[in-house]
């Protein structure tokens, strides 16, 4: 029999819809999740267990009356750390902001509420959503790999149970990474889709905020909860699916490539269209889409007066970033903005003759905790540029972008199919017809064998 904190959005909403199940035994299942695994997995800045089961309590009263707020109606959520919730602290899991409570929802927590969500708490993210790390939270597939990040917290949080579903952000691939990583679903829509008010800025040109939940149609349900626009409903078997012609344009791990070959194998043999089309390496992207990302974070920090006020109170990684801005000169800008100008026009450029392209997620499997530490002559640490080499591009250009889980290494850890448009429905089309022809999304990882390796 599944535990009630494995269950997916739909699968939940449909069984409290029946009154088959009610609001407090689903967010007192995610609740006992957390109290097994959070110790060790570290997803949750804060986790409002009591408040929660208050939230509960009201919506299952609510449902006796004969009154449903629609699919998401008793759904545990998790929100990360750099959005408000009403009366929690929003720290950016930084202590520059440790005092920071928040007075009111942001929109989109406050749509969520309205929709009949509950919120369990606020995740960690890389401070300031300025990384890929996530630290402490560690992978629920293994504890000693990172999660990704920046919403680190949020997947880990979802892949181990302790969450249906939850809200992340975006600015190079802060949701898709982790995503990838930790084996779950995550979409970053174009920008203006959900609001970003009462959001921490990162880099306001490229910020998005998004979905995260176990499943593509998930996914969906969280969409149209976060925003008000009304989302086209799309057959995927009538879209073009796009394919680099040469795999090296990624350069992803040997298992990571194979798992992503397969995934195209399954779309092309079930009633999807598939063309080639030529890029450059994903590579060349690397320093001229970090310049905006560096410039804007630096002017967000200045502007809010954290920094260089309150310099002491930053990580060393944050810091540096912040820092190494500062150097950046204007010949260096501007030959940056002339080679991204190219970038952009022949990624975009796909789009004229296909509705996704399909690529891996990450170039690699979840490093280790130590392998993330390691440091080269960059102002930003190896396991930064390659988590987001294949992610960043898709924020600069605009484009609706997500992961879902396509297979799994040698070592047991998940991998992510990346699936990029012009617009969310054809994106979310191609993700629920894939999965409804595989079953990666369905694994979870063992919460005892992850429980028994505490030391």
């Known amino acids: 029999m599944t535990d009630l904190a494995d269950l997916d959005i739909e699968g939940a909403g449909r069984a409290i819809a029946a009154g088959e199940l009610s609001a407090v035994e689903l967010t007192e299942a995610c609740l006992g999740r957390a109290t097994l695994l959070e110790g060790d997995v570290k997803a949750f800045t804060l986790l409002d267990g009591a408040g929660a089961v208050r939230q509960?309590?009201?919506?299952?009263?609510?449902?006796?009356?004969?009154?449903?707020?629609?699919?998401?109606?008793?759904?545990?959520?998790?929100?990360?750390?750099?959005?408000?919730?009403?009366?929690?602290?929003?720290?950016?899991?930084?202590?520059?902001?440790?005092?920071?409570?928040a007075r009111t929802d942001a929109p989109v927590v406050a749509r969520l509420r309205a929709a009949g969500g509950i919120i369990v708490g606020k995740t960690n993210t890389q401070e300031f959503a300025y990384g890929v790390v996530t630290a402490p939270t560690v992978?629920?597939?293994?504890?000693?790999?990172?999660?990704?990040?920046?919403?680190?917290?949020?997947?880990?949080?979802?892949?181990?149970?302790?969450?249906?579903?939850?809200v992340g952000t975006d600015t190079a691939g802060s949701i898709r990474i982790p995503s990838a990583l930790c084996g779950i679903s995550g979409l970053k829509p174009r920008p203006g889709i959900v609001s970003l008010?009462?959001?921490?800025?990162?880099?306001?040109?490229?910020?998005?905020?998004?979905?995260?939940?176990r499943t593509a149609s998930d996914l969906g349900v969280l969409l149209d909860a976060m925003t008000e626009v009304a989302?086209?409903?799309?057959?995927?078997?009538?879209?073009?699916?796009a394919l680099p012609d040469d795999v090296e344009v990624a350069a992803?791990?040997?298992?990571?490539?194979?798992?992503v070959a397969d995934a195209t194998r399954v779309l092309s043999d079930n009633g999807l269209t598939t063309v080639e089309v030529s890029l450059p390496s994903f590579e060349e992207w690397d320093v001229p889409r970090s310049l905006p990302l560096m410039l804007e974070a630096l002017e967000v920090h200045r502007s809010r007066n954290w920094y260089p006020d309150k310099q002491e109170l930053y990580t060393e990684e944050t810091l540096g970033s912040l820092?190494?801005?500062?150097?950046?000169?204007?010949?260096?800008?501007?030959?940056a903005a002339r080679r991204l100008s190219e970038l952009k026009s022949a990624l975009v450029a796909v789009f004229e003759r296909a509705d996704v392209l399909v690529l891996p997620a990450t170039q690699g499997a979840a490093p280790t905790v130590a392998e993330a530490m390691n440091k080269d002559g960059g102002h930003r640490t190896p396991v930064v540029r390659r988590l987001t080499r294949l992610c960043g591009p898709m924020n600069?250009?605009?484009?609706?972008?997500?992961?879902?889980?396509c297979g799994f290494s040698s070592d047991g850890l998940p991998i992510g199919l990346q699936l990029v448009g012009r617009e969310e429905s054809a994106v979310?089309?191609?993700?629920?017809?894939?999965?409804?022809?595989?079953?990666?999304?369905?694994?979870?990882?063992?919460?005892?064998?992850?429980?028994?390796?505490?030391?």
């Open 56 to 101: 509960a309590r009201a919506l299952d009263d609510e449902r006796a009356r004969g009154d449903t707020r629609g699919p998401l109606h008793g759904i545990p959520l998790c929100i990360k750390d750099l959005i408000d919730v009403e009366g929690l602290p929003t720290t950016a899991s930084s202590r520059v902001l440790r005092d920071n409570i």
């Open 139 to 166: 992978n629920p597939w293994d504890r000693d790999r990172i999660p990704g990040g920046s919403s680190g917290g949020s997947a880990a949080a979802i892949a181990a149970g302790m969450s249906l579903g939850g």
């Open 197 to 213: 008010e009462g959001i921490i800025p990162l880099a306001p040109s490229l910020d998005a905020c998004g979905p995260m939940a």
């Open 231 to 241: 989302r086209e409903r799309v057959e995927a078997t009538r879209l073009r699916v």
């Open 252 to 259: 992803a791990d040997p298992e990571v490539a194979a798992a």
């Open 323 to 335: 820092r190494y801005a500062e150097t950046v000169g204007a010949a260096k800008i501007s030959d």
């Open 396 to 405: 600069v250009c605009g484009l609706a972008a997500a992961s879902v889980p």
């Open 428 to 455: 979310l089309a191609v993700a629920e017809h894939y999965q409804s022809l595989t079953e990666w999304h369905e694994r979870r990882p063992s919460a005892d064998r992850f429980g028994s390796t505490r030391s």
